[in-house]
T-cell receptor
Framework: IAGITQAPTSQILAAGRRMTLRCTQD?????MYWYRQDLGLGLRLIHY???????GKGEVPDGYSVSRANTDDFPLTLASAVPSQTSVYFC?????????FGSGTRLTVV | DQQVKQNSPSLSVQEGRISILNCDYT??????FLWYKKYPAEGPTFLIS?????DKNEDGRFTVFLNKSAKHLSLHIVPSQPGDSAVYFC????????????FGSGTQLTVLP
């Protein structure tokens, strides 16, 4: 089934640890995005990528980094996790018309 | 500055009645709007969209209305069903090259049987 795969589905992480959230799509969409969802705040954009090899900062990029080595993969890295990064993270992709979201990664930083 | 706003965090409606979810925006450059539905532990799924050149788009039980002069859109669900209970997000693609979506804060709809 075409779509977006995110891993892990959930994780408890000690503060200060490094963590990479994985995102893979099989739709050959050029654009990919990372959002975090927090209660009362909706989904906020962390980073995005127009196409392989390019990335850009969203609304809340601090503490996060991304890479886009190829079309399919768009990993999100927390270099040194802090409790305020406790959230649900969604990866999405777009072909310029529609947007497809993954099922999310629930991350708890303790 | 929140460019897309949903001022009602929750809404309860009786089964069979109409649900009306509202969304306001501030950026007059937005040319397209989308509604997403989200169940717990799942990603948002696309529901319906509307281009800024239209004032109404209908798809089955779902209709979206756009009032550009008021910078306001609304989603009507008729008749409402218990399976419609979910969080509904209004969103608009930005004008940048990545067309990244800007979301409202969401409205939790509960349809009571």
């Amino acid at each position: 089934i075409a779509g977006i795969t995110q891993a892990p589905t959930s994780q408890i992480l000690a503060a200060g640890r490094r963590m990479t959230l994985r995102c893979t799509q099989d739709m050959r969409h050029n654009a990919m995005y990372w959002y975090r969802q927090d209660l009362g705040l909706g989904l906020r954009l962390i980073h995005y990528s127009n196409t392989a090899g390019t990335t850009g900062k969203g609304e809340v990029p601090d503490g996060y980094s991304v890479s886009r080595a190829n079309t399919d993969d768009f990993p999100l890295t927390l270099a040194s996790a802090v409790p305020s990064q406790t959230s649900v993270y969604f990866c999405a992709s777009s072909d310029g018309h529609g947007y497809t979201f993954g099922s999310g990664t629930r991350l708890t930083v303790v | 500055d929140q460019q897309v706003k949903q001022n009602s965090p929750s809404l309860s409606v009786q089964e069979g009645r109409i649900s009306i979810l509202n969304c306001d925006y501030t950026n007059s450059m937005f040319d397209y709007f989308l509604w997403y539905k989200k169940y717990p532990a799942e990603g948002p799924t696309f529901l319906i969209s509307i281009s800024s050149i239209k004032d109404k788009n209908e798809d089955g039980r779902f209709t979206v209305f756009l009032n550009k002069s008021a910078k306001h859109l609304s989603l009507h669900i008729v008749p409402s069903q218990p399976g419609d209970s979910a969080v509904y997000f209004c969103a608009a693609p930005g004008t940048g090259s990545a067309r990244q979506l800007t979301f409202g804060s969401g409205t939790q709809l509960t349809v009571l049987p």
